[in-house]
């Protein structure tokens, strides 16, 4: 498998810089308000679980748009917070035309897999997005061939590779459910935008002095004489 090297001209310029910068802090905005929802349901007591995800339900619909906004203890949300900072940066840094698209599919996406076919209990918690942006970067990267996002996928597999253990079947309060179809949703839609988001390679003389052999050996009809030996095109000469 070819790997290709983005332009550094491209990574380190102050465009680069700025997008990096944008997508953190978009991603720390919203790690932010799900912090704000935690601590204000502690604090007030508004028992917010109530509004999480129960599937087949009417009033469990509502978990489709809070179910990554809710955590039960401060365990469950530190747990999170650290993945969801490094996967939401990644994917909002290295892929911003596909993320605009495939974020909300995996938020909203993974919620309603769950809400049609999970076990009849409350699920809440953003491990659902999590485990849907961390199968986008690090089966994007490995599509897209490039150094950089490799480099990414690598850094996630060391980090979060156990993970995987999540989406498997468990009759413990973890809800693997959101895991597998967070997992699922982003492996798909890594595949479906694979060629978006390629970064400039990078070029080496080599490859431009064989560019330019090739195009001395190439026929072309324009530069030839009448007069002058053809080529065979098929048939007689």
């Known amino acids: 498998m070819q790997v290709h090297i983005p332009d550094p001209n491209y990574t380190s310029s102050p465009r680069a810089k700025r997008n990096f910068m944008m997508a953190l802090r978009i991603n720390v905005g919203f790690i932010l308000l799900i ?45 999170n917070t650290v993945p969801l900072l490094v996967a939401g940066t990644a994917m909002l840094y290295l892929y911003p ?3 605009v698209r495939a974020v909300p599919v995996i938020y909203f996406g993974s919620s309603l897999v769950v ?18 942006l961390l199968a986008y970067v690090f089966v994007g990267g490995i599509l897209r061939r490039d ?5 990414v996928s690598l850094l996630i597999w060391f980090l979060y590779g156990s993970m995987l253990s999540g989406i498997l079947p468990s009759s413990g309060p973890v809800s693997w459910e959101l895991h597998l179809a967070g997992f699922i949703l982003g492996v798909v839609l890594a595949i479906m935008y694979r060629h978006w988001d390629r970064p400039p390679r990078k070029r080496y003389t ?6 330019d052999s090739d195009s001395r050996h190439r026929y072309h009809p324009e530069s030839m004489e009448d007069g002058q030996d053809k080529p065979w095109i098929g048939g007689d000469r």
């Not at 704000?36 to 619909?61: A, M, N, S």
């Not at 809400?115 to 409350?122: E, Q, S």
């Not at 080599?206 to 560019?211: A, G």
């Open 97 to 99: 035309n596909s993320a």
């Open 115 to 132: 809400w049609v076919f999970g076990r009849p209990d409350l699920h809440i918690g953003a491990s659902g997005l999590i485990y849907g």
């Open 206 to 211: 080599w490859e431009d002095e064989e560019d």
């Open 35 to 79: 912090w704000g929802i935690f601590l204000l349901d502690r604090v007030v007591g508004l028992e917010l679980y109530r509004f999480g995800l129960l599937p087949q339900t009417r009033t469990g619909l509502a978990g489709l748009i809070m179910t990554p906004l809710l955590h039960a203890s401060w365990q469950h949300l530190l747990s």
């Open 147 to 151: 150094m950089r996002s490799i480099g």
